[in-house]
């Protein structure tokens, strides 16, 4: 604790949470090991269990596939810039999405991802390369201000030291963690929620192996009946007996090859059934209901994976709910600590974010959006420019034409001998039609030309129409002569 009164007397006016020094002091500079051996993690989980494996696999194969957006403070997007090459080329024959993948996976399966940049030595320069960590390689070295101090990073008793601002918590290194109520400086894991399900989906598979391997059913017993002597005593089989029929039944009966052979038994000896059928076990339901409990701990809709559960409208909303409710939290979490860790650096006016547009699962989302809105539009709840910032279109451009009403444009321009070209002028100028260098005739031809365009009319027809329009009291005062 001392360590900390000198930090605070060094740095005045400094913030810090009471409690994390009680949490750093219990092991300030001291590697804290992960709490759970990842390695046997992922082997059940991953490489062994099929659920397991297909959910994460496409979880974080989806969030990978997300294409990044880079914007300036004030909205501008920024098409091309080393940050997005960076991200698209991390490090030498990795691709961006395998790299995200990585990213992503080691997040689902450890409940901790780390990230290492490497660039030049140069505080201020940018990095060029970034590599995903294997989490069970990485210990956290806690430092003062309940942030970590360093990194440290150990492979066949090599070890790699990555040392951090302990109270900014900036460095060559990016953690990111999921919740754990239980841990300070590490997540958890997904799988540990679903460890029972997964253990009973691979003792069902184990099982199942196992019927296949034994005639297809489940075990009994081969009992030899003891003998009874003549003086009324029982006399049971001899071990040698015994032995010698149970290797002849492995021989002979055991396997998938023999399976159905009939059993040819000499002497009192009987085959007495122990277990249960397949069916009687329920195995298959039980089966599913372990893949349900995996699905469900790892934010992965059971209706896709469980089969027998999907229809086609509960498979389109199941989708949906797959990004909203797993796909895009991980996104958000990964993009906060890349532009609070990575971005800085390549200038403090960015902003990353993912392109959500380019989802094709969001779409119902997006079409209800637009339908809200214009529905909004036509109460005149909000406008045209507040619609368009609603749905993320940004302002429109100061040369932008908007809808032009033929009937409206029409009735102006008839209008123009009574009422002069004014209204005509606000008219166009609201539509961003209007032209400051125009002459009154130049303004009424276009007017007219608009109006013909619109309405499919021939613009001499439409010259003579207005025309016409404008004789009536011409032809009034002839019939009053």
């Known amino acids: 604790m001392n360590v900390l009164r ?33 390695d046997k993690i992922a082997e059940e989980s991953y490489k062994r269990n099929a659920i397991a494996f297909a959910c994460v696999k496409r979880i974080a194969s989806g969030c990978a596939s997300v294409r990044w957006l880079l914007h300036r403070r004030g909205g501008e997007e920024v098409e091309q810039h080393p940050l997005l090459d960076l991200l698209e080329n991390p490090s030498p024959c990795v691709g961006g999405r ?34 995903p960590l294997r989490p069970d390689r990485m210990k956290v070295v806690p430092g003062p201000a309940s942030l970590p101090k360093a990194f440290e990073y150990e492979v066949g008793g090599l070890k790699t030291r990555w040392e951090m601002d302990p ?8 953690h990111l963690r999921d919740f754990n109520p239980l841990d300070d400086w590490y997540g958890m894991s997904r799988i540990e929620a679903a460890a029972y399900g997964v253990d009973r989906h691979n003792a069902a598979g184990a099982h199942n192996k196992a019927l296949l391997d034994n005639q297809c059913r489940p075990s009994g017993a081969l009992v030899f009946k ?27 009966h055991g396997g998938s090859s023999n399976a159905g052979r ?19 076990m329920d195995f298959a339901a039980g089966k599913d209901d372990a893949a349900w409990d995996i ?22 909303e199941a989708k949906l ?36 547009d380019g989802i094709s699962a969001l779409e119902p989302r997006r079409e209800s959006k637009r339908k809200s809105t214009l529905e909004l539009v036509e109460a005149g709840i909000i406008d045209a420019d507040e619609a368009r910032e609603s749905l993320q279109f940004g302002k429109r451009p100061a040369n932008a034409v908007e809808k032009v009403d ?56 439409a010259g003579e129409t207005t025309d016409e329009s404008t004789d009536p009291d011409e032809e009034d005062e002839a019939d009053a002569d």
């Open 167 to 174: 109270l900014k918590g900036t460095g060559p290194i990016l």
């Open 295 to 316: 699905c469900v701990a790892l934010g992965f809709p059971p209706v896709l994976m469980v089969k027998g559960q999907a229809t086609y409208n509960n498979v389109k």
């Open 321 to 356: 709910e797959l990004w909203e409710e797993t796909n895009l939290p991980l996104i958000a979490h990964l993009c906060a600590g890349l532009n609070s860790w990575l971005v800085p650096q390549f200038g403090d006016d960015l902003v990353l974010s993912p392109d959500l």
């Open 6 to 38: 000198h930090l605070s007397r060094l740095i005045p006016g400094t913030k810090a949470s009471a409690a994390s020094g009680m949490i750093a002091a219990r092991s300030l500079g001291q590697p804290v090991w992960t709490p759970r051996r990842f």
């Open 406 to 461: 033929a009937a409206v444009l029409n009735a102006l321009v008839n209008a123009v001998a009574d009422a002069g070209t004014l209204p005509l002028v606000r008219y166009l100028r609201s539509v961003g039609l209007y032209d400051a260098s125009m002459t009154d005739e130049q303004l009424i031809a276009f007017a007219e030309a608009e109006t013909a365009r619109l309405t499919g009319a021939n613009p001499d027809e």
């Open 226 to 252: 003891p003998i009874k002597n003549p003086d009324g005593s029982y006399q049971s089989a001899p071990e040698e007996v015994i032995e010698k029929a149970k290797k002849r039944l492995d021989e002979t």
């Open 98 to 131: 395998q790299f995200l993948e990585a990213v992503y996976a080691y997040l689902l399966l450890a409940g901790n991802t780390y990230i290492e940049a490497v660039g030049p030595k140069r505080a201020s320069a940018p990095p060029r390369e970034l590599w």
């Open 262 to 280: 009939p059993m040819v038994l000499g002497g009192d000896v009987a085959w007495e059934e122990m277990g249960l059928s397949p069916k009687d």
